[in-house]
């Protein structure tokens, strides 16, 4: 058995030595150069890795010869590349510099030797004879720039030491939205303090940064950027190294300040974990067991390359190639046959290393690679996303987590609040029996609303007045004032009060969902109330109209008279007892008619009837039209006596901006100021025109001087509307005009990047469920004892009582016709006793203060006739004029 096995072996490793393409020992070169023995042991560690790996897989292993240089010495690297390529290596690994690779990539261009590197090398062709595994520099820049614009900053700083990091940033400087940005780039001075340029850009309100520097000094710059106060939870710093996870970022881990970086190498895979078992000599962190060393992207890109190159002549000799590896003299510059097929394998072929999956594209660049978007948390620094070519940006971050960790970091913490007084949002104290500090100095619907959220979110917080006394705009520089520019410059962690969410400042500051909705509203003096005449009651009809009532009351009395004495059948018998009468009587008389219709219109009727069907067929369409006009005038009459009208001379934003009597403005530096000075409507832009060339200026400083203006001046001031509804509940004498011109919010602003914003706008929306919010507008809004209750029904078109204003000229009306009425009976009185006198043949007087004696002394409603005129004929008989002629029936007088 022993013996079969030992003929076996030998047969095998004869069919092997006989099949074998490659030679059993490939010498490969590696250049290192001063302060590289990490790199030179990962180098040596993969070489042994994959002698191991080969001798299971094939027959051929790597021998390296390893050649120590000064850094960035070009003419001792020449040297040394001859001496290798003399031994007959088969590849040179390195070096790291650029002089002294260039160097060495020129010799192996000649000789046709690969040269294989792992350092960023813009300059990298991929029609040499060289192969580089660092990724390629336009694919790196392209995920520099979609994480940034994942990120949507508004403003940023670049700041390096390097000038090829402007290359590494190509992508991010060359794209056109970078003009819509406020952008700073900035070049630290090399072997000088960073602190300088770091407070400079906080001067000037940056707040996120994109740093690039070597490795090494990563920390040294986050360290100075703390002394400056540059590190808070409103700061974010993106590196753009790839060994940010080598760097040891405790000192900064618990300050809140968003640390970001790219990493290329893969530290949960399996090949990690045996790269460091196989690891031969002490690497920083190994020898701590509880601790994992975190290996730098240049050793991990170090055991990929080995791992390639050995992989591409697996392949090779799979395939039965020849290759025959040997000696190469500089002086004869005779180059190698077989040094393309290994390089166009290594090109072709892909592995899984280290640092992911490593393959080429069609030029010879590693452009497909996969990122880690590592960030520092509390726990350290932890994976939140990945980074591909084709999908981008990838956060598998959890939310959850994260918005647990801005709860708890807020709990405790104490907020500086800046604010802006003005009622009812923020409003001063006044105690004359104590002095009052702190908070304590403030109420208002604000501090309720920020106690509130306190109390849902366990904060602290001061409130601190805004220095300017404004809320925020942005000058013709680009540089902001009030409340926003607190916030900017660190000075503030929220703000709160009337402060309107609106795309300008959403650019630079990041507000929570609004707390109320709101529109911009007009605000204007409540004009005095319409006098009513004294003849108002005639107002419901026009001028003309009356003129065609008495037209068509004379018209129609006179048709009717006409009518009746043309109709047979209103001719009746005036004595019924008679059924022979010598006369027949007409009661319509024009007297009569004229009763008959003026009872009609006046809805009383009268005594007399139409008998006629003609007379009857007028009567009916005069009532009819009776009816109409009766019936409109009452229904306009009581319009105009139970509602108040006020006459204003502006009842939208069109009329004020057809007229210029009325001057009209609103707050500087504010949003209502900013939205017409935007806006494209043709109104508002007539208004802003306007409002902007009025001399004296129509802007004032605050609210209260533009209400001033309103109560004291011919003067509209564009408003928020809840303030305006504050104001109408208090000042009877303000009203608001039309409604609302746009639609919006007020919300509570945060710095750029706040992580406290969710926390405070889930505390609002939990406000806002739970009906609190509605419950504070109504305790600032509203009175409990309202000032202008009686103003407010009456504005609503609610019916209000009658005053002698409204109804005097009905009891005017009344005392002329009782006047009238005593004019016309002293002249029937007189009349009367002037015929009595006459008949009598007695002195008037002496009738006159007979008959005024018994009508003054009442005795009754009978009247004895006196003897003396018992033979004489009553002077109020009536006389009827016979049918017929007087020779057929005789005249006859007929005493009523």
Known sequence: MTVHYIFLSLGVIYHVTVTSSLPDVIKIGAMFETGDDTLLTAFSTAVDSMNSESFRLSNFRLSSIIQQLEQQDSFQASKKVCDLLEKGVAAIFGPQSEESSSTVQSFCDAMHVPHIEIRWDFRTHGDNHSVNLFPFTTSLSKAYYEYVKH????????????????????????????????????????????????????????????????????????????????????????????????????DFQYGGTNISAFSLVDEKGQQ??????????????????????????????????????????????????????????????????????????????????????????????????????????????????????????NMTGNFSKAYEEAIQSLKNKTLIVTTLLNAPYMILKEDRTKALTGNDRYHGYCVDLIREISKIRGFKYTIKEVSDKTYGKKNKHGEWNGMIRELIDGNADIAIGDLTITYEREEVVDFTMPFMNLGISILFRKPAKKVPKLFSFLSPLSLEVWVYMVTAFLGVSIFLFVVARFSPYEWTNPHPCEPEPDTLENQFSLLNTLWFTIGCLMQQGSELTPKAMSTRVVAGIWWFFTLIMVSSYTANLAAFLTVERLVTPIESADDLAKQSTIHYGCVQSGSTQAFFEESNIPTYKRMWNFMESTRPRVFVESIEKGVERVRNENYAFLMESTTIEYLVERKCDLMQVGGLLDTKGFGIATPSGSPYRTAISSAILKLQESGALHILKRRWWKQEDPQCEQEVKTGSGRASELGLDNVGGVFVVLMAGLGFACVIVLGEFTWKSRKVAVEEREPLCVELCKELKFAITCGGSTKPIEKSRENHQPTNSLHFMPLTSFENVGAKEIVS
């Open 151 to 250: 990120k949507n900053w508004k403003s940023f700083a670049i700041v390096y030491e390097e000038n090829e990091a402007l290359v590494r940033l190509q992508e991010l400087l060359k794209d056109p939205s970078i003009r819509k940005r406020r952008v700073i780039v900035k070049q630290f001075v090399q072997g000088r303090d960073y602190r300088k340029i770091i407070k400079e850009l906080g001067r000037a309100g940056v707040k996120n940064f994109i740093i690039d520097v070597p490795s090494e000094k990563i920390r040294t710059v986050l360290k100075q950027a703390q002394q400056v106060d540059m590190m808070s939870e409103y700061h974010n710093y993106f590196l753009t190294s790839l060994d940010l996870h080598t760097v040891d970022l405790k």
């Open 272 to 393: 990690y974990i045996n790269f460091l078992r196989n690891w031969k000599t002490g690497y920083p962190g190994l020898d701590n067991e509880n601790s994992k060393p975190a290996l730098k992207t240049d050793v991990a890109l170090m055991y990929d390359a080995v791992k390639l190159f050995s992989a591409a002549l697996r392949d090779l000799d799979k395939t039965n190639q020849k290759i025959f590896v040997r000696p190469i003299s500089c002086q004869t510059e005779q180059p190698w046959t077989h040094g393309k097929d290994i390089i166009n394998k290594m090109r072709k072929i892909g592995i899984n290393g280290l640092t992911g999956n490593v393959k080429f594209d069609e030029n010879g660049f590693r452009s497909d690679f996969n990122l880690k978007i590592l960030q520092l948390t509390q726990q350290g620094l932890k994976e939140i996303g990945k980074w591909t070519p084709r999908s981008g940006i």
